[in-house]
């Protein structure tokens, strides 16, 4: 089965602390997505990466950066937590387009 | 970008009935999948269905892309089937990773 694991399942930081959100994924694929998700509006992409030090925008990447260094890791950096990046973050992984699978999530508090 | 409405927003059943789940969306798709996300907060992928049909055990789910539609049928409900249920779809204009997702559909299922 394929395992995509967050490092935190709740964590609650102070507006202006850097926070670092990691995911790690078992199955050795190439596709890792970040993603928050907040009532009413559903998921949104925040950015993907398709290979080790490859990343890509999604709708949302304002406030937010990402870093993958081993294929395995994928990390979501807010650089400057503020209130409104209170919010569920999942990560993804995939093979290929097809079937993403995903973490428990990451409820993110910002005091 | 490409807009996904879900319908019906909320839905409430009796164990053993029957249900459809529509997933519109305003231009063309390279990519559809349909997930489940529990209680819990868990998303599972069910399909990856950018057009056709397919089953896996009580549930199906058939996309007719030229009409710009997915339908998620759910047969003989359990209360484990409980839970939001997104549609998700990949711009044939742009990369089939990157994905939108509706706002979902809320099902509970009554013992």
């Known amino acids: 089965d394929v395992k995509v694991t967050q490092s935190s399942r709740y964590l609650v930081k102070r507006t202006g602390e850097k926070v670092f959100l990691e995911c790690v994924q078992d199955m050795d694929h190439e596709n890792m997505f970040w993603y928050r998700q907040d009532p009413g509006l559903g998921l949104r992409l925040i950015y993907f990466?398709?290979?080790?030090?490859?990343?890509e925008k999604g709708d949302i990447p304002e406030g937010y950066s990402v870093s993958r260094e081993k294929k395995e890791r994928f990390s979501l950096i807010l650089e400057s937590a503020s209130t409104n990046q209170t919010s569920m973050y999942l990560c993804?992984?995939?093979?290929?387009?097809?079937?993403?699978?995903f973490g428990p999530g990451t409820r993110l508090t910002v005091t | 970008g490409i807009q996904v409405e879900q319908s019906p927003p909320d839905l409430i059943l009796q164990e053993g009935a029957n249900s459809t789940l529509r997933c519109n969306f305003s231009?063309?798709?390279?990519?559809l999948q349909w997930f489940h996300q529990n209680p819990w907060g868990q998303l599972i992928n069910l399909f990856y269905i950018p057009s056709g049909t397919k089953q896996n055990g009580r549930l199906s789910a058939t996309t007719v892309a030229t009409e710009r539609y997915s339908l998620l049928y759910i047969s003989s409900s359990q209360t484990t089937d409980s839970g939001v249920y997104f549609c998700a779809v990949g711009d044939s204009g742009g990369s089939n990773y990157k994905l939108t997702f509706g706002k979902g559909t809320l099902l509970t299922v009554n013992p």
């Open positions: 990466s398709y290979d080790v030090k490859m990343k």
């Open positions: 231009d063309s798709v390279n990519n």
């Open positions: 993804a992984s995939s093979a290929g387009p097809d079937e993403q699978y």
